[in-house]
């Protein structure tokens, strides 16, 4: 069991270093708003975000955790996925709604921000591999949705 929580701990740990590298106000350049294909990241990041949740209030050591901290830990983790949960769904809302990079901005800041406070939590908590296979394709889509709020500074700058 050991093992399967390490697994967590690693794709968190990975998705914190993820978003430190490249935040959402990076000063390097992000590619061109496509409205449609960011909607679509959104939902994707919606539905996986909601079956990691899923799977992790299955895991049987969220199920069975015994001792006082553990169980504190565990409602933490569990809480930070489900802010996490309404926040990407918020943000997929918005950008179906045919909201503005600018107007989606700080939601998508929002879900950075839970993504990172489930990093700290999934560090604190062992959960088990079976979560991570939804951790792992969530960040993966996280960091493409990222990529298109990058502030682009070569367009922006004024001579």
């Known amino acids: 069991m050991a093992t399967k929580t390490k697994s967590i701990l690693t794709t968190l740990a990975i998705l914190g270093l993820s978003l430190s590298v490249t935040g959402i106000a990076a000063s390097e350049g992000g590619k061109t708003w496509d409205s449609d294909r960011v ?4 939902d994707e990041l919606t539905q996986q975000i909601k079956d990691m949740r899923a799977a992790a209030r299955m895991d049987p050591q ?9 169980q504190r830990t565990t409602h933490l983790f569990l809480d930070a996925l ?13 950008l179906a709604n045919e909201e503005t990079r600018q ?13 990172k406070d ?5 560090r604190k908590l062992n959960s088990s591999q079976w979560t ?24 922006t700058s004024t001579p």
Not at 62 to 70: E, F, H, L, R, Y
Not at 82 to 92: G, V
């Open 103 to 115: 107007q989606t901005a700080g939601t998508a800041r929002r879900v950075d921000s839970l993504l």
């Open 82 to 94: 489900k802010k996490l949960e309404r926040a990407t769904a918020k943000l997929a809302r918005q």
């Open 132 to 155: 991570s296979q939804y951790a792992d394709p969530a960040l993966a889509l996280a960091s493409q949705l990222r990529a298109f709020y990058q502030e682009n500074t070569d367009s």
């Open 62 to 70: 969220v199920i069975s955790a015994g001792t006082p901290a553990k």
């Open 39 to 42: 909607s679509e990241l959104a």
């Open 118 to 122: 489930a990093t700290e939590q999934g």
